[in-house]
DNA sequence: TTGTAATAGTTACTTTTGTAACCAACAAGA
DNA sequence: TCTTGTTGGTTACAAAAGTAACTATTACAA
């Protein structure tokens, strides 16, 4: 039964990846969590509309590649703490405008900022090429399943 | 509040990794969850004791990086369904010896197969540059946190 | 011994997520 | 107009995961 020419599990890449997302994401939950509050959910869609501005909840969500049930959870809570306004759309009362408040902007600047120097240590774990490298195959591999 | 001079969504490693990681995991989670109604934990288990043989819960915890109660669950379902046996160590009765059945040896083929070839479609997306450099990339990052 | 701490594993309770059904608004053709 | 389909978004219910407290066993030192 044992490895004798056989398929291993650190061989397979999405268990690799899996780790690998998984250990780099937690320092960073700790931080929005902690400070605030925060599920991942929530912290991505704030970024999402600290990055581009006003959105739908849609329009996120093909962003992400999140389901709109994930979203419309996280909108209730962001807009519930006054990190984010919803306003309805004049013409399509269906859509609801997305946006952030000045704590939503604060919040995101702070987050933003505790991102950028916590990537820049993860990349400090590579040597240049593979950083490069590694962001191409991610998106290759992210892409992969798109349609 | 755009992206002038501002860290993108897009450059955070931890970010692409779960797109990316989420994205391959996709696939194969429905091989196992259609096949065999497995969770993700419980085929963890599952590849675990067929390439490293007889462990316990803790060991495979420690390989798998999980929580124990993570592995006390899927254990207990895998144990159900008669693809693993428990055996009580004799000399430390807190001690659980977890084997594959016949049964969770067949499982285990099958899904090491279906796994390897998806992971040969997986690196035919990539150059074998950016296969070795991924490789490389993604266990140092995984280990980052390790202690 | 006895007392204290560590380890293996389970359980109970809470929080999150997934799935599907649902409502309301719009679109577009018969 | 009716009606069938699509889209944006929410809700209800079930499944899964996280957390902490718990039992049982062993280790080990006073």
Redesign the pocket.
Known sequence: MNSKNHFKLPDFLPYLLNQAA?TSSLAFQKVY?DRY?M????WRVLFHLGLYGEM??????RQAR???????????KL?ERRFIT?SK?M????????ALTDRGKDAYRDLSKVAESYNAELEALLSDDEVNHLRGALEKLAKQARG
Chains 1, 2 share one sequence.
């Open positions: 998984e969590k509050g599920l991942r959910t929530e739908t909840a849609v329009e996120i969500g999140m389901h709109k049930t994930k979203i419309s959870r996280a909108v209730h807009a919803r759309d013409n399509d009362r269906r859509i609801e405008h997305l």
